[in-house]
Nanobody
């Protein structure tokens, strides 16, 4: 059973940067997609960015040009570099793994962008 462990959340000022990391314990078989989702208070969970094991990426329009997702297939890690952070980016960020038709979620890490 694969488990996802997230790190890197915290408090950052407007315009600052933060880097989130997610490490998968256990092996991941076959092709897959890893990504980051976020949920702000009172809102639905939304996609932030995803990256396929082949390298294809997808970003929410609100973060394009500011966030960069990357992964290391050998280490089973996925990262999210967040730059030019805005108060609207404040949310709990969840790591996600989609493989063989199933979703696996991390516990979430809180990102707070202060104005």
């Amino acid at each position: 059973q694969v488990q996802l462990v997230e790190s890197g959340g915290g408090l950052v000022e407007v315009g600052g940067s933060l880097r989130l990391s997610c490490a998968a314990s256990g092996s991941i078989a076959g092709t897959n997609t890893m990504g980051w989702y976020r949920q702000a208070p009172g809102k639905q969970r939304e996609l932030v960015a995803t990256i396929h094991s082949f390298g294809y990426t997808n970003y929410a329009g609100s973060v394009k040009g500011r966030f960069t997702i990357s992964r290391d297939n050998a280490k089973n890690t996925v990262n999210l570099q967040m730059n030019s952070l805005e108060p609207e980016d404040t949310a709990v960020y969840y790591c996600n793994l989609y493989v063989r038709g199933s979703n696996i979620w991390g516990q979430g890490t809180l990102v707070t962008v202060s104005s």
